[in-house]
């Protein structure tokens, strides 16, 4: 079983920073894309990034420029560094990953259970 376990959500007012972190767990052979999506009250679940291991994560066109994804193959954790929050990054922050468990196994898509991030004046 793999699990993903979010931390780091919380209140902020706007221009102020969050460090959201993801980490997996469980039993795990390899990652391959890990990513952050976030979903706002009424409105579908959107990009905010990805990253693979050793690569240069990419970015949702609403933080690019304010958030930046990095990973720590060595921990299996994920993280996500907020800057210059505005109120419209008030979402539900999920963490994705592409896991592969065993060598003979395929590659299978696990989402963490959520944290929620909101900005407020």
């Known amino acids: 079983q793999v699990q993903l376990v979010e931390s780091g959500g919380g209140l902020v007012q706007p221009g102020g920073s969050l460090r959201l972190s993801c980490r997996a767990s469980?039993?795990?052979?390899?990652?391959?894309?890990m990513g952050w999506y976030r979903q706002a009250p009424g409105k579908e679940r959107e990009l905010v990034g990805t990253?693979?291991?050793?690569?240069?994560?990419n970015y949702g066109d609403p933080v690019k420029g304010r958030f930046t994804i990095s990973r720590d193959d060595a921990k299996n954790t994920l993280y996500l560094q907020m800057n210059s929050l505005k109120p419209e990054d008030t979402a539900v922050y999920y963490c994705?990953?592409?896991?592969?468990?065993?060598?003979?196994?395929?590659?299978?898509?696990?989402w963490g259970q959520g944290t929620q991030v909101t900005v407020f004046s």
């Open positions: 990253i693979v291991s050793g690569g240069d994560p």
């Open positions: 469980g039993t795990i052979f390899r990652i391959n894309t």
């Open positions: 994705n990953a592409q896991i592969v468990s065993t060598w003979y196994s395929p590659t299978r898509a696990f």
